[in-house]
């Protein structure tokens, strides 16, 4: 009798710990769900803004927006050029730049996004940081890396021999096409020389 006890009362442990298992796991997953629910989100595209826009100021960059529902809720943004700068339209989210911008001075500039309760300054979220872009124009002419370059070439020397290698320079953003690129031209003696887009 009592190994019959013994084997039934090992057939019920398990059976008492999936269900504590299921159980807890349960519980997890409610857990889960009501997390998810409460989660907030920054949402917003990335932001850019040409350079040397000639439209009156400010000019409008982007919108930082947070899925916080809450009526008093107020848009703040933080950093070195924030307020100066950059500025937040406080209800909306809107990102107004109050300067003509230059991109060959600065490509990027970095802000912290926050949402605060006015009533009571809290927060309603964690700040995120993010970044405003500054698009280039083609707005620098190419500038020789010196004033003179020497050359010499032996007379008699056969046609296409090498004289020397100019070069220039243009701060434009290489990474848009045909923004940085430089080509080659002789004004004076094309007679006699040629140059090729390598100088």
């Known amino acids: 009798m009592s190994h019959l006890i013994l084997l039934f009362s090992l057939f019920l442990a398990p059976a008492f710990a999936d269900g504590g298992t299921q159980k807890s796991n349960q519980n997890l997953c409610s857990n889960d769900v009501s997390h998810k629910r409460q989660k907030r989100d920054w949402i917003w595209n990335q932001m850019h803004i040409k350079e040397e826009i000639d439209t009156p100021l400010p000019h409008h960059v982007g919108k930082i927006t947070s899925s916080v529902r809450n009526n008093n809720a107020k848009y703040i943004i933080k950093g ?12 909306s989210g809107d990102v107004y730049a109050f300067e003509r911008l ?13 949402i605060i309760d006015r009533t009571n300054n809290r927060s309603l979220e964690q700040p995120s940081k993010f970044i405003i872009k500054v698009y280039d124009i083609n707005d620098n002419a190419p500038v020789f890396v010196q004033k003179v370059f020497n050359g010499s070439v032996p007379e008699m020397s ?3 021999t090498s004289v020397t290698k100019v070069t220039a320079v243009d701060a434009d953003d290489p990474t848009v096409s045909g923004h940085a690129t430089v080509t080659y031209e002789v004004t004076t003696g094309s007679e006699y020389f040629t140059i090729d887009d390598s100088g």
């Open 80 to 91: 070195e050029y924030a307020n100066t700068i950059f500025k937040v339209e406080e209800t």
């Open 102 to 114: 230059d991109r060959e001075k600065k490509a990027e500039y970095e802000l912290t996004a926050l």
């Open 158 to 160: 056969p046609v296409g």
